[in-house]
């Protein structure tokens, strides 16, 4: 059974930066494509950003482009979430994903995913 463990989240006032990790409690993370989904209260989850198994391609919801990166370090078996420039709409409890096959592309439906962590809250004050 995979174990995602979120961390990072906080309270940050607009324009502020925050990083979020996921650490996995297997070495096989680095064959999977990993991604990041959010909830704010009372809406449904969405795709916020993933990336390849490769590290080499990522993808990026159109309300945090240019502002939040993906990254990995397979080595650390542990996938990141740089948000710079944080907006009050930007809060949400953060959950990272395992995509279900191996060698996976990013991919932003959340079908595709099987394993999840439990959320890091993203608090972003005005």
């Known amino acids: 059974q995979v174990q995602l463990v979120e961390s990072g989240g906080g309270l940050v006032q607009v324009g502020g930066s925050l990083r979020l990790s996921c650490a996995a409690s297997?070495?096989?993370?680095?064959?999977?494509?990993m991604g990041w989904f959010r909830q704010a209260p009372g809406k449904e989850r969405e795709f916020v950003a993933a990336?390849?198994?490769?590290?080499?391609?990522?993808r990026y919801a159109d309300s945090v482009k240019g502002r939040f990166t993906i990254s990995r370090h397979n080595a650390k078996n542990t996938v990141y979430l740089q948000m710079n420039s944080l907006k009050p709409e930007d809060t949400a409890v953060y959950y990272c994903?395992?995509?279900?096959?191996?060698?996976?592309?990013?991919?932003?439906?959340?079908?595709?995913?099987?394993?999840w962590g439990q959320g890091t809250q993203v608090t972003v004050s005005s």
């Open positions: 297997e070495r096989t993370l680095s064959s999977y494509a």
């Open positions: 990336i390849s198994w490769t590290g080499v391609s990522t």
């Open positions: 994903a395992r995509h279900r096959t191996v060698w996976s592309p990013a991919s932003i439906v959340q079908g595709d995913y099987d394993y």
